[in-house]
């Protein structure tokens, strides 16, 4: 997935909006920051959530992160491959690391384009 057709929030989670569909996953920098990432917490089908409601969280060997809903949505489809292999979220964050899919509520605000996630990213690299 490129990652400039995506959008970002500032708690390092991307989303990608496909009509009424969002795929949501953590960032590059994110997967990164974790390290080698050991267990992923994902809520149900048919759970909703408004943007920035803590949806789970994903565990590594350094730390444990919550993660946060960048869009509102009812839960769709959650990626079930995690639970056996974790690892796929630091091997493709992008891509077959994705956390869920959500039936899009209302239009996210806030969020960040590419330039303006990797200037986020910048800042706190210092």
Known sequence: MNPQELLYAKSH????????TATV??????????????FVELPDVGDTFDQGD?????ESVKAASELYSPICG???AVNDA??????????????EGWLLKLKVAQAPEGLLDYAAYQ????SEEH
């Open 13 to 20: 989670e991307w989303v990608k909006v496909d009509g009424d």
């Open 25 to 38: 996953g953590i960032t590059d920098f994110a997967q990164q920051q974790l390290g080698d990432i050991t």
């Open 54 to 58: 803590e949806f789970g969280s994903v």
């Open 74 to 76: 009812e839960i769709v």
């Open 82 to 95: 995690l639970e056996d292999a974790p690892e796929k979220v630091n091997e493709d964050p992008l891509g």
């Open 119 to 122: 200037a986020l990213v910048e």
